[in-house]
């Protein structure tokens, strides 16, 4: 059950507008935001209160590079309850060098349709 009112400060821009949000009926059009320096700022409230949504960065293990891991992130947001899952499944993924900052290391992680992919590019040890 959501609360009545919830506050919180926006991520959108530099500004940290400090917002409340309330009006919880079901729907986000029954939703009242307050605060907000704008719209960005308003939309971001909803989706917050409605449905939160986080990128997860992490590291999975490479064999055959010079560094032990290689660091990856989801290719976008995944639902704020389906984190463990994702980090269950990320630990227990191992690729091998060489591989590109862009490549897709799970295509669909945890059964939320979003790729994981590496944040950098890791040669093969020479």
Do not use: H
Request: charged content about 15%; aromatic content about 2%.
């Amino acid at each position: 059950m959501m609360p009545d009112i919830q506050e919180l400060v926006c991520i959108v821009c530099p500004l940290g507008c400090r917002m409340t949000v309330s009006g919880f009926s079901g729907d986000a059009a029954s939703i009242a935001v307050e605060g907000n320096g704008c719209a960005r700022g308003a939309d971001y409230a909803v989706r917050e209160a409605t449905a939160p949504t986080r990128t997860v960065p992490s590291t999975v293990g490479i064999r055959g590079a010079a560094l032990p891991r290689l660091p990856v992130k989801t290719a976008r947001p995944v639902p704020k309850g389906a984190i463990m899952a994702c980090m269950r499944v990320i630990r227990g993924v191992s690729v091998d060098a060489p591989v590109a900052m862009g490549a897709v290391i799970v295509e669909d992680l945890a059964g939320t349709g979003v790729q994981l992919v590496a944040t950098r590019s890791m040669l093969a040890a020479e």
